[in-house]
């Protein structure tokens, strides 16, 4: 009996001994399965990091061929920007800090009437100003004018400052505005300008005649006796002799030259003198005085017409103002219709 428990015990401590191998078994298989799928992740992280480190190598060496790809792309940039500047319908011109011309577009050579050769390294004679734009006067060679829109802006081309001037033509835009301009700018009864519109006028080719270095010549006329006509006649007879004024004036002048009813019975004209044409202010008073004759050819007695005429010159050196001007041509025709007068 006692022979039968211990053989009993000891089958189940063998069966127990069986068992724990198997679990003891089990966990280092499970513990093995555990480090090779640990060592399988790591070999994956390990191959992404390397992957990626890879690609980025590739990145870097594909650099330089990128690099040489936009150096060609900045190259036809310039190209286009050489274009665009040379073949731009706007002059262009590059001044320096003393005012002398670097460079100039073929817009700018077609506008100022003269190519690079000749302009490059001359002063540039027209205002720089980077505040605000600017309309100045282009002399033609028939003693009219252009009228160009001045925008400047400052650049550096390395340390050197450098002023970078467009140029517009806007002759036509300035004719427009000043068509506009001239119905409060002309006297309604005469149709010359009147006194603001002949100082506009008058200005501009004063500035421009100072740049050509241009003769001229301004001539302050009274019409004599018109408060007697306006008495005797009355008001409608005086102002048939100023429209008549105006008329002959206008046949007197040339195409550039400008007229002005400058108050009542005083008139104004500035004109052009060339310089093979000096005495061009006394062939104006001569034409003048014979359509003056032959107007008062058709006339009754009473109603002819008669002037009184100062004439002042323009230097260019000297450069007087218009109101000078003014001054100076009233000053003489007042002294010429007093010793008019004392020849009675």
Known sequence: MAARVVAKKEAVAKKKSVAKKKAASKKKAASKKKAASKKKSAANQKSFVNKTVSQKSAAKEKIPAKTAS???VELNLGGMKELLVEFSPDGIVAVD?????????AAAEKLLHANSVDMV????DFPIDTHRPQEVSIAESDHREKVAEIRTSETKLGREKIYVVSLRDITDRAMMETQLRALSDVDPLTGLLNRRGFFDAAQRQLNLAKRQKWGMSLFFLDLDGLKWINDEFGHLEGDQALIETGVILRKTVRGPDIIGRYAGDEFTILAFEGADD???SDKIIMRLRKNIDTHNERKRAGRKISFSIGVAKFDAENTPSLENLIDDADYRMYEEKHQNRRAR
Not at 97 to 105: A, E, F, M, S
Not at 121 to 124: L, S, T
């Open 278 to 280: 000096l005495d061009a």
């Open 121 to 124: 390294g001359q002063k540039f």
């Open 97 to 105: 800090r003393k005012g002398v011309i670097r460079y100039i577009n």
């Open 70 to 72: 936009s150096k060609s």
